[in-house]
């Protein structure tokens, strides 16, 4: 029923930032919460962070809290990831999905039940 669908991935240069939006379409979007996911070439898709959907509180993974930032729009339907001071390994595509209950950590891939297809990020010079 709910389709989710990534947008704002393109080539940046290191030090830059880049915004990414997830818009949820469909007849009904009430998840629990929605969360970031990427993966690299070679690698297992990591968590980057989540958001819940009623009252917005976020968590970002450690490693990257200081550089990046979820919020949304339920207005919207729609989810975003704020990074900045990118670097060359945070090259990846970047996934967004959805949870529908709190069944356990935002981190873990296995709780989400819809996801998109991924918008590439690339950070070169």
């Known amino acids: 029923q709910v389709q989710l669908a990534e947008s704002g991935g393109g080539l940046v240069r290191p030090g830059g930032s880049l915004r990414l939006s997830c818009l949820a379409s469909g007849q009904s979007f009430s998840p629990y919460g929605m969360g970031w996911f990427r993966q690299a070439p070679g690698k297992e898709r990591e968590f980057v962070g989540g958001i819940t959907w009623s009252g917005g509180a976020t968590w970002i993974e450690d490693s990257l809290k200081d550089r990046f930032t979820i919020s949304r729009d339920s207005a919207k339907n729609t989810m975003y990831l704020q990074m900045n001071s990118l670097k060359v390994e945070d090259t990846a595509v970047y996934y967004c999905?959805?949870?529908?209950?709190?069944?356990?950590?935002?981190?873990?891939?296995?709780?989400?039940?819809?996801w998109g297809p991924g918008t590439q990020v690339t950070v070169s010079s």
């Open positions: 999905a959805s949870r529908p209950s709190r069944t356990s950590y935002f981190g873990v891939p296995d709780v989400y039940d819809t």
